[in-house]
């Protein structure tokens, strides 16, 4: 079965400090990947998904990056954090069928 | 743009009751709708997906498509304090889901 993986679960960080967030996939190959944010109280965001090794599509613009090393690794990054950049940050895949499954998150907060 | 929109809630159900969550979208060629159920604090869990009109029902959980009216529900049989949560709903656009804001469900015991 597939199983998703994020890391780290919790995360505080000064403003200005960079940020990598990892996503990794596994029992699956060639899935698309998603990053999410999900600030207090509100909806999902898409940020950015992939659609395979190194395709990238960015949703907002913003100071943050994604990028996608390996077939089922996914990584969000940026290289100075600002404090909007709170929130709950999820990864998701899906296959050519049309269902997302989610990851457990990682819980960033800017202070 | 496109959008899928719900209330917020709270939606307040005795424990026993029927919970019923609306959503209704703007792009009227969508074809794919998922109900995501969200712990405080937790990650969205997929709980049901329905792609034709009409309902389709698993366990306790029936989802019901109405594509003219761009409109689908999430009715919730026999509601347990377990089913209090944020329920998402989310319609797909290509690769992409587009989420409402969801709708925060309360069964009293």
């Known amino acids: 079965s597939q199983t998703i993986h994020q890391w780290p679960a919790t995360l505080v960080q000064p403003v200005g400090s960079p940020l990598s967030l990892e996503c990794t996939v596994e029992?699956?190959?060639?899935?698309?990947l998603y990053w999410y944010r999900q600030a207090a109280g509100r909806g999902l965001q898409l940020l950015f998904y992939s659609v395979g090794i190194g395709q990238i599509s960015s949703e907002v613009p913003q100071n943050l990056s994604a990028s996608r090393p390996q077939d089922r690794q996914f990584i969000l990054s940026s290289k100075k954090l600002l404090l909007s950049d709170s929130g709950f940050y999820l990864c998701?895949?899906?296959?050519?069928?049309?269902?997302?499954?989610f990851g457990p998150g990682t819980r960033l907060t800017v202070l | 743009q496109k959008e899928v929109e719900q209330n917020s809630g709270p939606l307040s159900v005795p424990e026993g009751a029927i919970a019923s969550l609306n959503c209704t979208y703007s792009?009227?060629?969508?074809?794919?709708f998922f109900w995501y159920r969200q712990y405080s604090g937790k990650s969205p869990e997929l709980i049901m997906f329905?792609?034709?009109?009409g309902d389709k029902e698993d366990g306790r959980f029936t989802a019901q498509l109405n594509k003219a009216s761009q409109y689908v529900s999430l009715l919730i049989r026999d509601s347990q304090p377990s089913d209090s949560a944020t329920y998402l709903c989310?319609?797909?656009?290509?690769?992409?889901?587009?989420f409402g804001a969801g709708t925060i469900l309360r069964v009293k015991s």
């Open positions: 029992g699956t190959s060639n899935p698309n």
């Open positions: 329905i792609y034709s009109n």
């Open positions: 998701a895949w899906s296959l050519s069928r049309n269902e997302q499954f």
């Open positions: 989310a319609v797909k656009y290509g690769n992409k889901l587009v």
């Open positions: 792009d009227r060629g969508s074809q794919s």
